[in-house]
T-cell receptor, first 111, second 113 residues
Framework: GQQLNQSPQSMFIQEGEDVSMNCTSS?????WLWYKQEPGEGPVLLIA?????ELTSNGRLTAQFGITRKDSFLNISASIPSDVGIYFC???????????FGKGTKLTVNP | DAGITQSPRHKVTETGTPVTLRCHQT?????MYWYRQDPGHGLRLIHYSYGVKDTDKGEVSDGYSVSRSKTEDFLLTLESATSSQTSVYFCAISTRQGLYGYTFGSGTRLTVV
């Protein structure tokens, strides 16, 4: 089945730094979703992308739908301690439309 | 006021006992899902439902059963809990499968001793 590969698996950064993470697949996705999961909570949808090449922002977060439809990127500018969490990419399986999830990028921000 | 709630939030149970986790939604969404989350494995789909009394298996369904007798409730049952089922369980809901994403509950942390 379709799989999503996220990198890096974890990141340790200083407050104020910019963050970049990505999600790739060997197959095409027509929708890319980015979620954030804070400790002790369920994932929360941050950004949804529906068109190849699309660039969408949500505050300090910016996500891009790769032109090949096989990847997506999430950037966080000027990180703050509350950015800590696990960031997941996801996309609907082409056959079933159920979401496929990456394994996540765990972000730690040192004050 | 959360549109999706899970109960209990935490549970410790003994090996071999049956356990039922509840997911309740107030959004009237058609689709509901149960996931488990374990380190190194991410989110894995256990079972899902596409309507009342319509359910199907996910990728890790062995040892689990589900029921959906009302739109708003989706129950996950561990028939005879094992230590390998120690995990964090998440319920999710959606209107049109994955197209607009899922809304997740806050999770149930289950420990089987």
């Amino acid at each position: 089945g379709q799989q999503l590969n996220q990198s890096p698996q974890s990141m340790f950064i200083q407050e104020g730094e910019d963050v970049s993470m990505n999600c790739t697949s060997s197959s095409i996705f027509n929708t890319w979703l980015w979620y954030k999961q804070e400790p002790g909570e369920g994932p929360v949808l941050l950004i949804a992308l529906y068109k190849a090449g699309e660039l969408t922002s949500n505050g300090r977060l910016t996500a891009q739908f790769g032109i090949t439809r096989k990847d997506s990127f999430l950037n966080i500018s000027a990180s703050i301690p509350s950015d800590v969490g696990i960031y997941f990419c996801a996309g609907p399986n082409r056959g079933s439309e159920k979401l496929v999830f990456g394994k996540g990028t765990k972000l730690t921000v040192n004050p | 006021d959360a549109g999706i709630t899970q109960s209990p939030r935490h549970k410790v149970t003994e090996t071999g006992t049956p356990v039922t986790l509840r997911c309740h939604q107030t959004e009237n969404h058609r689709y509901m899902y149960w996931y488990r989350q374990d380190p190194g494995h991410g989110l894995r789909l256990i079972h899902y439902s596409y309507g009342v009394k319509d359910t199907d298996k996910g990728e890790v369904s062995d040892g689990y059963s589900v029921s959906r007798s009302k739109t708003e409730d989706f129950l996950l049952t561990l028939e005879s809990a094992t230590s390998s089922q120690t995990s964090v369980y998440f319920c999710a809901i959606s209107t049109r499968q994955g197209l607009y994403g899922y809304t997740f509950g806050s999770g149930t942390r289950l420990t089987v001793v």
